[in-house]
């Protein structure tokens, strides 16, 4: 059973099946959370000083890193 139906590539409109509300979130919006969720894992980071304290930020540092790469891709031009 599928739940979403996939195009050629994995990708193809998947924010646009994302739920949200256009009127009140912006793609716009979304990338500036995902800036803000980067500057705070990573100044997180630097601050910690318990192994599992660091590898926590560095996870939720390369999250925020991907889904701003992701983001950043959906503003792209679709050819």
């Given at each position: 059973?599928?739940?979403?139906?996939?195009?050629?590539?994995?990708?193809?409109?998947?924010?646009?099946?994302?739920?949200?509300?256009?009127?009140?979130?912006?793609?716009?919006?979304?990338?500036?959370?995902?800036?803000?969720?980067?500057?705070?894992?990573?100044?997180?980071?630097?601050?910690?000083?318990?192994?599992?304290?660091?590898?926590?930020?560095?996870?939720?540092g390369?999250?925020?890193?991907?889904?701003?790469?992701?983001?950043?891709?959906?503003?792209?031009?679709?050819?």
């Amino acid at each position: 059973m599928k739940l979403f139906a996939r195009g050629k590539n994995a990708e193809e409109d998947i924010y646009r099946r994302l739920s949200f509300e256009p009127d009140r979130n912006t793609i716009f919006d979304e990338i500036a959370q995902a800036r803000r969720e980067i500057e705070v894992a990573y100044t997180n980071f630097r601050n910690a000083s318990d192994p599992d304290l660091i590898d926590a930020y560095i996870y939720e540092g390369n999250a925020a890193w991907k889904k701003y790469e992701f983001l950043l891709r959906q503003m792209k031009p679709v050819k």
